[in-house]
Nanobody
Framework: VQLQASGGGLVQPGGSLRLSCAAS????????MAWHRQAPGKQRELVAA???????NYADFVNGRFTISRDGTKNTMYLQMNRLQPEDTAVYYC???????????WGQGTLVTVSS
């Protein structure tokens, strides 16, 4: 599975961005998709995940500000991020769990900078 993330950029505090992650290759075997992020000097952390069933899971720090979704027909995952704060500044990575046996696949990351 190959992943292409996009949509990062510079946004002011309180602003919004939508990240996209397009999957290609063995996309039919995708069991789950997720966004992780890594801020400078910090460990990578899970932001949100979506299962093939449509179930979702969010990190506590999301606090209702982000929405993860998936367009199955396009094999694309999205992360709508609202009310962004400087502490959301990080490289955001998309990840899928796919294949037989299941394993992780990672995209290249897209930088989100929240600053005035």
């Amino acid at each position: 599975v190959q992943l292409q993330a996009s949509g990062g950029g510079l946004v002011q505090p309180g602003g919004s961005l939508r990240l996209s992650c397009a999957a290609s290759g063995d996309s039919l075997s995708i069991a789950a998709m997720a966004w992780h992020r890594q801020a400078p000097g910090k460990q990578r952390e899970l932001v949100a995940a979506i299962l093939r069933s449509g179930g979702t899971n969010y990190a506590d720090f999301v606090n209702g500000r982000f929405t993860i979704s998936r367009d199955g027909t396009k094999n694309t995952m999205y992360l709508q991020m609202n009310r962004l704060q400087p502490e959301d500044t990080a490289v955001y990575y998309c990840c899928v769990v796919a294949g037989t046996p299941l394993r992780d696949y990672w995209g290249q990351g897209t930088l989100v900078t929240v600053s005035s």
